[in-house]
T-cell receptor
């Protein structure tokens, strides 16, 4: 298996521009997670989906952030408009949830390093 | 609520010596504990997890971790460190009420000196 695939790997944009990050989870996994990693705040969960449905988006910092999962093999995280404080590494992870699901192992993609100038 | 603490930002150890990376946790129910490793410019890689059963869990690359319920700890260990073990290590916890959410510690940078 190719693992979790994220694109682009690096993104440099200017303040005010729209940014779209993409994720393809591991085939057969039914849970997908978006994380943000910064030096100041560490690794933060932004949102997660189960069976393509958003379950908890309480970690999304503000309305400028939105995430979608139109099908089981694709998800996007969009920032519009972007700001310099959004600069971070954004990770996507997926897992195969069973009933109860609390013990699932999450598998991470390589991340997208976002720089907003 | 759940939380996890990694009290050491940095751990240095000589190659060939045993290593320990510390982790303590706080949850409202039965904990499910994970260790991940992150190499530079890479995503997090799963090392091992404790769900139930034997308190000593063996994982990838010769790592193991011991679950200690009385001390609410889940320290990562390896009998003989390699230079290639140098990386950032994260402890994470979930529990039966967390609906699949993992809470990660702040990370410990392990440096193995040749």
């Amino acid at each position: 298996d190719a693992g979790v695939i994220q694109s682009p790997r690096h993104e440099v944009t200017e303040m005010g521009q729209e940014v779209t990050l993409r994720c393809k989870p591991i085939s057969g996994h039914n849970s997908l997670f978006w994380y943000r990693q910064t030096m100041m705040r560490g690794l933060e969960l932004l949102i997660y989906f189960n069976n393509n449905v958003p379950i908890d988006d309480s970690g999304m910092p503000e309305d400028r952030f939105s995430a979608k999962m139109p099908n089981a093999s694709f998800s996007t995280l969009k920032i519009q408009p972007s700001e310099p404080r959004d600069s971070a590494v954004y990770f996507c992870a997926s897992s195969s949830s069973v009933v109860g699901g609390f013990t699932d192992t999450q598998y991470f993609g390589p991340g997208t390093r976002l720089t907003v100038l | 609520a759940q939380s996890v603490a990694q009290p050491e930002d940095q751990v240095n150890v000589a190659e060939g010596n045993p290593l320990t990376v510390k982790c303590t946790y706080s949850v409202s129910g039965n904990p499910y504990l994970f260790w991940y490793v992150q190499y530079p410019n890479r995503g997090l890689q799963f090392l091992l997890k404790y769900i139930t059963g034997d308190n000593l869990v063996k994982g990838s690359y010769g790592f193991e971790a011991e679950f200690n319920k009385s001390q609410t700890s889940f320290h990562l260990k390896k009998p003989s460190a390699l230079v290639s073990d140098s990386a950032l290590y994260f402890c994470a916890v979930s529990y039966s009420g967390s609906a699949r959410q993992l809470t990660f510690g702040s990370g410990t940078q392990l440096t193995v000196l040749p």
